[in-house]
């Protein structure tokens, strides 16, 4: 994805490159490409999109994330299980709902916070 002044690439801090690529990969239908010791690019496999960059860094995530991703989907618990089983964490039992949306906060396997949404009907 592309802005007036370049490109958009998110970042996620990460403490295993491959753990977190694995999961990024198979919870957004993503593909891995250009790894170094660093960074691992991940590029949506069905073409153009906005590219996610995982960084390895040495420290653990100690507090809650400013920026964090929203996944949406027609199905929240049939995507909050999916995620479940590629290895987040559900750190809302019971969903949360506001202007008619309805979502859970769960966590990848680093701590790093997202979110699932249902849209409203």
Not at 4 to 23: I, K, P, T, Y
Not at 34 to 41: A, I, L, N, R, V
Request: hydrophobic fraction near 40%; charged fraction near 20%; glycine fraction near 8%.
């Amino acid at each position: 994805m592309t802005y007036s002044n370049g490109e958009l690439v998110v970042v996620v801090d990460v403490a295993d490159l491959d753990r977190a690529a694995a999961f990024w990969t198979a919870a957004l239908g993503y593909a891995r490409a250009g790894e170094s010791s660093t960074y691992q690019t991940l590029l949506p496999a069905g073409g153009p999109g906005i590219e996610i960059l995982l960084q390895q860094v040495p420290d653990r995530k100690q507090a809650k994330n400013r920026v964090h991703l929203d996944l949406r989907t027609p199905d929240l618990d049939a995507e909050v299980a999916r995620l479940l089983v590629l290895g987040a964490r559900q750190l809302t039992a019971d969903p949360l709902h506001e202007d008619g949306w309805t979502w859970h906060v769960l966590a990848d396997p680093d701590g790093n916070e997202f979110c699932v949404l249902q849209p409203p009907d």
